[in-house]
Nanobody
Framework: QVQLVESGGGLVQAGGSLRLSCAAS????????MGWFRQAPGKEREFVAG????????RYADSVKGRFTISRDNAKKSVYLQMNSLKPEETAMYYC?????????????????WGQGTQVTVSS
């Protein structure tokens, strides 16, 4: 059974930064491609960033390129999302997701496991 636990969310002013973490309880985390998604109230879930199991393959939503950075530490079975220059419209629940192998996918349906989410609130 794969479990993902997100942390690091909170309240931040516009222009500020947060670093989200996702701890995975899986046997061999290095074989999983990881992704971050977010969902704001009344809106559909959207892809934010993804990282391949080696770590060299990353993918970002156009809206976050240059501001967000996804990384992973396979030894710690963790993935991170550094978010800089946050905007109020990025207020959402942020979810970590995992899929067995493959390249980072932008569709949530491609991922097999999901965390419970961590709330990010950006004040104006």
């Amino acid at each position: 059974q794969v479990q993902l636990v997100e942390s690091g969310g909170g309240l931040v002013q516009a222009g500020g930064s947060l670093r989200l973490s996702c701890a995975a309880s899986i046997r061999t985390s290095s074989m999983y491609t990881m992704g971050w998604f977010r969902q704001a109230p009344g809106k559909e879930r959207e892809f934010v960033a993804g990282i391949g199991w080696i770590g060299s393959s990353t993918r970002y939503a156009d809206s976050v390129k240059g501001r967000f950075t996804i990384s992973r530490d396979n030894a710690k079975k963790s993935v991170y999302l550094q978010m800089n220059s946050l905007k109020p419209e990025e207020t959402a629940m942020y979810y970590c997701a995992a899929r067995a192998g493959g390249l980072p996918a932008t569709s949530g349906g491609a991922y097999d496991y999901w965390g419970q989410g961590t709330q990010v609130t950006v004040s104006s």
